[in-house]
């Protein structure tokens, strides 16, 4: 994953400093893979950190179900750890029995080494491999977000019906407000899905325990 | 072309702070329920963003290239192959798309 991110990276003309220092300070998937794309075409600073900012929102919620969920809340473990919540080590503990904040640490820790590394691996391959072979690094990280979507959107109609709306949006977008249309379709087809999908599609089922953890605490 | 330190700088912040406000404040926090329905739905909605079209532009001379691979990766994840093997059998469906493309 980390060596598709870096092959975008590079051809974005990011350095390779650059490439593993983003892994290593943002260390947020998707919203690397958008921010270098955006500096490949050349968006604004404030456009970039925003889009960002929204695209990372979702570790707010997801660390909120972690620091629920952990038996022992500890302000020192707590700041240390709240830096390495990505999608896979989140889904990994929330739908873990173990509640322990050392068990989510150790998780964090290898999720976030096999990125930084696979970072690392990327920019210094990516000289030897040819030409083919890094093209077709490129899709790795798409295949990856179509592989999340599809079992989402195979699941439920609506929720496949929201990602065509908002890819359709996107595309409409573009060429009224360029960089900020990724941003603004983003917000915009959540905002509607508030309305239009089902509460059980994402407030239950993708991992019980932190949706539980959650409704008892708010209500 | 923006400054690179910068938009680290930025995305580290931007990043960094929404995840530790739940760390150090989570018996504080009350979510409305609207609020937290729409932050689950943020990371659909941004894949679905992310891969259209951005998916198109994996090679920029070949635009078919990356539609192949989506539908490549869409039918291996309905077959419900793990990720790991889909991206995989993904990148190497593709060496082989281009390893053909020159004979056309």
């Not at chain 1, 870096?6 to 974005?12: E, G, Q, R, T, W």
């Not at chain 1, 920019?123 to 072979?133: D, E, F, H």
């Not at chain 1, 249309?181 to 917000?187: A, E, P, Q, R």
């Given at each position: 994953m980390g060596i598709g991110y870096?092959?975008?990276?590079?051809?974005?003309g990011v350095s390779p400093m650059q490439t593993i220092a983003m892994s290593i300070f943002v260390y947020a998937g998707a919203g690397q893979i958008i921010a270098v794309s955006m500096i490949g075409q050349g968006a604004t600073l404030l456009a970039i950190v925003l889009t960002n900012f929204v695209v990372n929102l979702r570790y707010f919620v997801m660390n909120l179900c972690v620091y629920n969920k952990v038996s022992e809340n500890s302000l020192l473990t707590n700041i240390l750890s709240a830096h390495f919540t990505v999608d896979e080590s989140f889904a990994i503990f929330s739908l873990m029995e173990e509640s322990s904040i050392w068990i989510y640490i150790g998780i964090s820790l290898i999720a976030y080494l096999s990125w930084v590394l696979g970072a690392a691996i990327g920019?210094?391959?990516?000289?030897?491999?040819?030409?083919?072979?890094t093209n077709s690094f490129n899709i790795s990280l798409y295949a990856l977000f179509v592989a999340i979507l599809i079992p989402a959107v195979k699941h439920d109609k609506k929720l496949g019906l929201l990602v065509v709306f908002t890819g359709i949006l996107n595309i409409i977008l573009k060429p009224f407000v360029s960089n900020w249309?990724?941003?603004?379709?983003?917000?915009i087809a959540a905002a509607v899905g508030v309305y239009y999908i089902d509460d059980e599609t994402?407030?239950?089922s993708s991992s019980n325990s932190k949706d539980e953890d959650i409704k008892t605490r708010s209500y | 072309m923006v400054d690179v330190n910068l938009v680290i700088l930025g995305c580290a912040l931007v990043t960094f702070i929404p995840r530790l406000i739940p760390a150090v404040s989570v018996d504080k926090l009350n979510l409305n329920y609207k609020f937290e329905k729409f932050l689950n739905l943020i990371p659909y909605t941004a894949l679905a963003a992310l891969i259209c079209p951005g998916?198109?532009?994996?090679?920029t001379n070949l635009w078919y290239i990356g539609l192949i691979g989506a539908v490549v990766a869409g039918s291996l994840a309905w077959k419900k192959v793990p990720l790991g093997a889909i991206v995989i059998l993904t990148v190497v469906v593709l060496i082989c798309v281009y390893s053909i493309v020159p004979f056309f």
């Open positions: 870096a092959a975008l990276a590079i051809k974005a920019v210094m391959v990516l000289n030897i491999l040819p030409v083919i072979v249309s990724l941003i603004l379709s983003t917000i994402v407030m239950g | 998916v198109l532009t994996v090679d």
